[in-house]
């Protein structure tokens, strides 16, 4: 059988041709909130965007309130939402915080609407700026983190939930209390390694 005539052709599954240059490797670029927390000197990480393409960070806990104070100076003026998810046996526990541009957003609209007082659309592509930042915890380590309470109220009813269904704490909050379940419930039932209770201990709970 005559030789190859394409190098390509005769190199081993997954190796370059002899004298080709390596292939490249892809590093994903940090996206406009990493490189401005960046060149403020927060330090973060970057993790992979979610299916929408927002921007997801981890920061440490004892940064997050440092971190969040900075962001909503620069706009991220609204806390979307705020929650907490369980990675499974073995693994971490995670409050995450969804920020929000808004009046970024209320100014487009404004824009759009001449003086008439009739409005424009804004274009389908039109989108909040958002940035989601995630705290993760040793679950059984100090499950402890600030509160954002004093930046966004709004994390008042949400921190006191994840504290309910998973139990992290969050230092500094006005209410530290229990939301959906009594006061002296056993255990966080949104944990995946949360054992329900019987009948009996049902009835002790109330």
């Given at each position: 059988?005559?030789?190859p005539?394409?190098?390509?052709?005769a190199?081993?599954a997954?190796?370059?041709?002899?004298?080709?240059?390596?292939?490249?490797?892809?590093?994903?670029?940090?996206?406009?909130?990493?490189?401005?927390?960046?060149?403020?000197?927060?330090?973060?990480?970057?993790?992979?965007?979610?299916?929408?393409?927002?921007?997801?960070?981890?920061?440490?806990?004892?940064?997050?309130?440092?971190i969040?104070?900075?962001?909503?100076?620069?706009?991220?003026?609204?806390?979307?939402?705020?929650g907490?998810?369980?990675?499974?046996?073995?693994?971490?526990?995670?409050?995450?915080?969804?920020?929000?541009?808004?009046?970024?957003?209320a100014?487009?609209?404004?824009?759009?609407?001449?003086?008439?007082?009739?409005?424009?659309?804004?274009?389908?592509?039109?989108?909040?700026?958002?940035?989601?930042?995630?705290?993760?915890?040793?679950?059984?380590?100090?499950?402890?983190?600030?509160?954002?309470?004093?930046?966004?109220?709004?994390?008042?009813?949400?921190?006191?939930?994840t504290?309910?269904?998973?139990?992290?704490?969050y230092?500094?909050?006005?209410?530290?209390?229990?939301?959906?379940?009594?006061?002296?419930?056993?255990?966080?039932?949104?944990?995946?390694?949360?054992?329900?209770?019987?009948f009996?201990?049902?009835?002790?709970?109330?």
């Open positions: 059988m005559p030789e005539t394409n190098p390509a052709a190199a081993p997954g190796k370059a041709p002899a004298g080709s240059a390596p292939e490249a490797i892809t590093v994903a670029e940090p996206g406009p909130v990493s490189q401005w927390l960046t060149a403020q000197g927060f330090e973060h990480e970057r993790l992979k965007a979610d299916h929408l393409g927002v921007e997801t960070l981890a920061v440490e806990p004892l940064f997050l309130p440092v969040a104070a900075a962001l909503k100076a620069s706009g991220f003026d609204y806390l979307q939402c705020q907490g998810y369980d990675e499974g046996p073995g693994g971490r526990l995670v409050s995450f915080y969804q920020l929000v541009k808004l009046a970024a957003l100014d487009q609209v404004a824009l759009a609407s001449d003086p008439a007082g009739t409005c424009k659309p804004l274009p389908a592509t039109a989108r909040p700026e958002q940035v989601r930042l995630k705290v993760f915890l040793e679950r059984d380590g100090d499950l402890t983190i600030p509160s954002l309470y004093g930046l966004f109220r709004g994390a008042d009813w949400q921190e006191r939930e504290f309910d269904m998973y139990g992290i704490h230092a500094g909050h006005p209410h530290p209390k229990r939301l959906l379940m009594p006061e002296d419930w056993k255990g966080y039932p949104l944990r995946k390694d949360y054992v329900q209770p019987d009996y201990e049902l009835q002790d709970a109330y």
